[in-house]
């Protein structure tokens, strides 16, 4: 938070016990109201792009967690479409 009161940037906490607990009360209501508007802005978890990136190589791949839309039984320009727009995001990260 800035010295108006408004919020900036990005911090995570961990989902694990001791994640949000140092925090003061109105403050983690605070985080864990923008985490909910967060996730319903998002939408449903399509799947997970990976890329492993090492000294003279990188390997690209592609997770279906439990929950996620997509799954390996499902329409591949489905997935392509999904990896494109983490290609995409990924271009635009700084």
């Given at each position: 938070?800035?010295?108006?009161g ?39 978890l ?49």
């Amino acid at each position: 938070m800035d010295g108006t009161g408004t919020w900036k940037g990005w911090i995570g906490y961990g989902t694990g016990p001791g994640g949000k607990d140092h925090l003061p009360p109105d403050v983690r209501a605070e985080v864990e109201r923008r985490e909910t508007e967060r996730r319903e802005r998002q939408g449903r978890l399509l799947c997970e792009v990976h890329v492993q990136v090492y000294e003279h190589d990188a390997v690209p791949g592609v997770a279906f967690p439990a929950g996620s839309t997509l799954d390996v039984e499902s329409d591949s320009s489905d997935i392509a479409s999904a990896v494109a727009r983490a290609r995409d995001a990924l271009a635009e990260w700084r």
